[in-house]
Antibody, heavy 121, light 111 residues
Framework: EVQQVESGGVVGQPGGSLRLSCAAS????????MHWVRQAPGKGLEWVSLISWDGTTTYYADSMKGRFTISRDNRKNSLYLQINSLRSEDTALYYC??????????????WGQGTMVTVSS | QSALTQPASVSGSPGQSITISCTGTSSDVGTYNVVSWYQQHPGKAPKLMIY???KRPAGVSNRFSGSKSGNTASLTISGLQAEDEADYYCCSYAGINTYWVFGGGTKLTVL
């Protein structure tokens, strides 16, 4: 079964840091670009970042640049997102999502269940 | 404010057809045929319904179809069923500086 399971979501303090993880299974992880997408409570979807299959290329939404770092470990079939200098506006459900096509940027075909990050003092 | 504009809500009766619009710009929807649509039921993860404007993933009902004209993409659901009631989001590739933009979402109510 193809699935992705996120973890690492916590209640964090403003200015703090945390690391989210996503464990993938059921597909050849290192064939695909991977993404993080977030959803604030009661709000819509917002693309956060992507990382190429080999981890050499990363991109971030403008509002995430500088505080967010995406990475992956293909030996462990895992995707990560480091968030520093936490802000209240980072409060959201964070999803990892798999690129639909291994050869091009296309769509997000497999999503995890999400991990909740709450930033509060 | 979302980059792509969707109606906040649409509704229809069982068996009817509805269309959800997604309006972008010449920097995203108008230039790239990389528009996708996602269905999200309450408390659930999004599900890919349409990609590359018109393509359906395996397992998605052929009652769902996509199209595009100029800067506006559309999702049409025919033969509405109760289980179609959900939030729907469009998404478009927007070039190498912005990458991906989503619409604000549309709540579909099946009356």
């Amino acid at each position: 079964e193809v699935q992705q399971v996120e973890s690492g979501g916590v209640v964090g303090q403003p200015g703090g840091s945390l690391r989210l993880s996503c464990a993938a299974s059921g597909f050849t992880f290192d064939d695909y670009t991977m993404h993080w997408v977030r959803q604030a409570p009661g709000k819509g979807l917002e693309w956060v970042s992507l990382i190429s299959w080999d981890g050499t290329t990363t991109y971030y939404a403008d509002s995430m640049k500088g505080r967010f770092t995406i990475s992956r470990d293909n030996r462990k079939n895992s995707l990560y997102l480091q968030i520093n200098s936490l802000r209240s506006e980072d409060t959201a459900l964070y999803y990892c999502a798999k690129e639909e096509d291994g050869n091009k940027l296309n769509a997000f075909d497999i999503w995890g269940q999400g991990t909740m990050v709450t930033v509060s003092s | 404010q979302s980059a792509l504009t969707q109606p906040a809500s649409v509704s229809g009766s069982p068996g009817q057809s509805i269309t959800i619009s997604c309006t972008g710009t010449s920097s995203d929807v108008g230039t790239y045929n990389v528009v996708s649509w996602y269905q999200q039921h309450p408390g659930k993860a999004p599900k890919l319904m349409i990609y590359e404007v018109t393509k359906r993933p395996a397992g998605v009902s052929n009652r769902f179809s996509g199209s595009k004209s100029g800067n506006t993409a559309s999702l049409t659901i025919s033969g509405l069923q109760a289980e179609d009631e959900a939030d729907y989001y469009c998404c478009s590739y927007a070039g190498i500086n912005t990458y991906w933009v989503f619409g604000g979402g549309t709540k579909l109510t099946v009356l």
